[in-house]
């Protein structure tokens, strides 16, 4: 069965350090994926995609995500985390012959701390 | 440019009663998704239309669950009756149907269902 796995459920990063949120997916053949950010209330907004390609994708806000096939992950990085990145970070995908049906991870929760 | 209108944003209910929400595309979008999303969970879509027709309604629990999109534009998603469990965030979203490989969705901020 296709899915998506996000193994952290809550990640706490100091603001202005590093971050990396991990994304694996199982999928008969390399889907299209997607970074989301839910902030509270707000509905999901799209961060960035992948459909081919270059395999390190830029994305709004100052993310970016590196597809690595023989990982089957699709990890969203930020260099330096901002008091407003703090939210729900969802990873997705969708199956490359055009039914558009996504399926999402659990997603991560980040906080960021002073 | 206007983006997916939902209302109500938040609605409690006791269990047993009818809820309906609404959905607003953005202008022009003929693809039309109603998702749920339990907490701690990402959204699991439950119906997708094109234009009037729903083409993937295999999720949607139809015992208790109906939705309506009558004139291609704006839709209604029922529960009649409401349980406990149906607790959750429903989030509709929109795309515009291309050539391009994928159309991107674009959400609305959801309605929150509390039902006692």
């Known amino acids: 069965a296709q899915s998506v796995t996000q193994p952290d459920i809550h990640i706490t990063v100091s603001e202005g350090a590093s971050l990396e949120l991990r994304c694996n997916y199982s999928y008969g053949a390399t889907p299209y994926l997607f970074w989301y950010v839910q902030s509270p209330g707000q509905g999901l907004q799209l961060l960035l995609k992948y459909f081919s390609g270059d395999t390190l994708v830029q994305g709004i806000k100052g993310f970016e995500a590196e597809f690595k096939r023989s990982q089957s992950s699709f990890n969203l990085r930020k260099p330096s985390v901002h008091w407003s990145d703090a939210a729900e970070y969802f990873c997705?995908?969708?199956?490359?012959?055009?039914?558009?049906?996504?399926?999402f991870g659990t997603g991560t929760r980040l906080t960021i701390i002073p | 440019e206007a983006g997916v209108v939902q209302s109500p944003r938040y609605k409690i209910i006791e269990k047993k009663q009818p809820v309906a929400f609404w959905c607003n595309p953005i202008s022009g979008h003929n693809t039309l998704y109603w998702y749920l999303q339990n907490l701690g969970q990402g959204p699991e879509l439950l119906i997708r239309y094109e234009n009037e027709e729903a083409v993937d309604d295999s999720q949607l629990p139809k015992d208790r669950f109906s939705a309506e999109r009558l004139k291609g534009v704006d839709s209604t998603l029922k529960i009649q009756p409401a349980e406990l469990g149906d607790s959750a965030v429903y989030l509709c979203a929109s795309s515009l149907k291309s050539t391009a490989p994928y159309n991107e969705q674009f959400f609305g901020p959801g309605t929150r269902l509390t039902v006692l």
């Open positions: 997705a995908a969708a199956s490359n012959f055009g039914n558009e049906k996504l399926t």
